[in-house]
């Protein structure tokens, strides 16, 4: 059984940068392409940032391109999403995901909740 934890989300001025933080277990993690989306309330998930397996491709959506950036490190089983320059329309619950293909997530975490005040 695969899980996925995340955690570093909380309450953050505008402009700030956290860094989120997604540990898998029950498999090897270098086996899977990473995901993180998001889910603004009253919203419909959506995707933020993949890289694949080694950590050499990385894709981000147009609205996170440039103040985001998906990294992992394999030797820990851990995919971090770094959040600079963050902007209210950023509140959302940050979801980790992890799929055998990159863009096609097979298994979730519960999600961790970013609140970006003005």
């Known amino acids: 059984q695969v899980q996925l934890v995340e955690s570093g989300g909380g309450l953050v001025q505008a402009g700030g940068s956290p860094r989120l933080s997604c540990a898998i277990s029950?498999?090897?993690?270098?086996?899977?392409?990473m995901h993180w989306f998001r889910q603004a309330p009253g919203k419909e998930r959506e995707f933020v940032a993949t890289?694949?397996?080694?950590?050499?491709?990385?894709i981000y959506a147009d609205s996170v391109k440039g103040r985001f950036t998906i990294s992992r490190d394999n030797a820990k089983d851990t995919v971090y999403l770094q959040m600079n320059s963050l902007k209210p329309e950023d509140t959302a619950v940050y979801y980790c995901?992890?799929?055998?293909?990159?863009?096609?997530?097979?298994?979730w975490g519960q999600g961790t909740q970013v609140t970006v005040s003005s």
């Open positions: 029950g498999r090897t993690f270098s086996s899977y392409a």
């Open positions: 890289i694949g397996r080694s950590g050499g491709n990385t």
């Open positions: 995901a992890a799929g055998w293909v990159v863009g096609r997530p097979d298994y």
